[in-house]
């Protein structure tokens, strides 16, 4: 005796049914096997130079990343800071501004966790950080931004001599990074404008920064010059106190003055 029409056997549409969904379910297994997540800090990281640095990266879900090609490059410049495959360092691709500098942990290899650490920090590690990491089946990766700082001198003062109806003070302060700022503050604490401001840099990639304020006899009380990394949050301070309607200036506190 024949089904009806527009009937299907319940039994048969069950077992097809069960086999369509096991078969999905091993096909995301395997895609889910396959698949690597690469998980970066998700904020810049600061740090001194001169210190040592841990750049974070791991593999989520939790992975065993031994077997695998971990490489970490800058990616401004797409060159090599540290390479590993199967269990080895490779230093071929290095650039040699990181020779001797760079270490993969290893501990936390079997967990996925793939920390860079870079030691002896310089101006010029500043930047973005890419952590990649693949074998024959996939690939990921993130993006560690570093931000390296470093806080300079007490700024030194001076007297350059007479300009425009006042005197010229100059205010110099070296060893900072990134490039900082140099205000005047009058007794007040209102900003004065510079007449001049200058910046280098050395061969360790600091900067060294000058300013100039004319004084006039007008100006009496102390003034301030204050170089600020504004990275960090940190200044520098030194200051004259400007006495009498002559515009002469004498120390009012610990730092240098030289009379130019």
């Given at each position: 005796m024949g089904l009806p029409w527009g009937c299907s056997h319940p039994s048969f549409?069950?077992?097809?049914?069960?086999?369509l969904t096991s078969l999905f379910t091993l096909l995301l297994l395997q895609?889910?096997?396959?698949?690597?997540?690469?998980?970066?800090?998700?904020h810049p990281l600061t740090a001194t130079v001169g210190q040592d640095v841990?750049?974070?990266c791991h593999l989520s879900p939790q992975r065993d990343a031994r077997s695998l090609e971990v490489r970490?490059?800058?990616?401004?410049?797409?060159?090599?800071?540290h390479h590993y495959r199967n269990g080895e360092d490779l230093y071929g691709e290095q650039m040699e501004a990181y020779a001797g500098r760079t270490e993969l942990a290893r501990d936390?290899?079997?967990?996925?966790?793939l920390v860079l650490q870079i030691m002896g920090l310089r101006p010029s590690d500043d930047g973005q950080y890419v952590c990649t990491v693949g074998d024959a089946d996939a690939y990921d990766e993130a993006i560690v931004e570093l931000e390296v700082s470093a806080t300079g001198a007490d700024p030194h003062l001076s007297l350059g001599g007479y300009e425009a109806g006042g005197v010229r003070v100059l205010c110099r302060s070296?060893?900072?990074?990134?490039?900082?700022q140099l205000l005047w503050r009058d007794a007040r604490g209102q900003h004065l404008?510079?007449?001049?401001?200058?910046?280098?840099?050395d061969q360790e990639g600091l900067f060294e920064i000058e300013g100039a304020v004319i004084v006039t006899g007008s100006m009496e009380g102390p003034l301030s010059c204050v170089v600020k990394n504004s990275r960090l949050q940190q200044e520098r301070e030194s200051s004259l106190h400007i006495a009498g309607k002559n515009g002469t200036a004498r120390v009012r506190c610990s730092w240098p003055l030289r009379l130019s």
């Open positions: 549409n069950g077992h097809a049914r069960g086999l895609l889910g096997s396959a698949q690597l997540r690469v998980v970066g800090p998700g841990v750049l974070p970490w490059i800058r990616d401004d410049l797409s060159k090599t800071v936390g290899l079997s967990a996925g966790i070296a060893g900072w990074y990134p490039l900082p404008p510079s007449v001049s401001q200058t910046h280098s840099q």
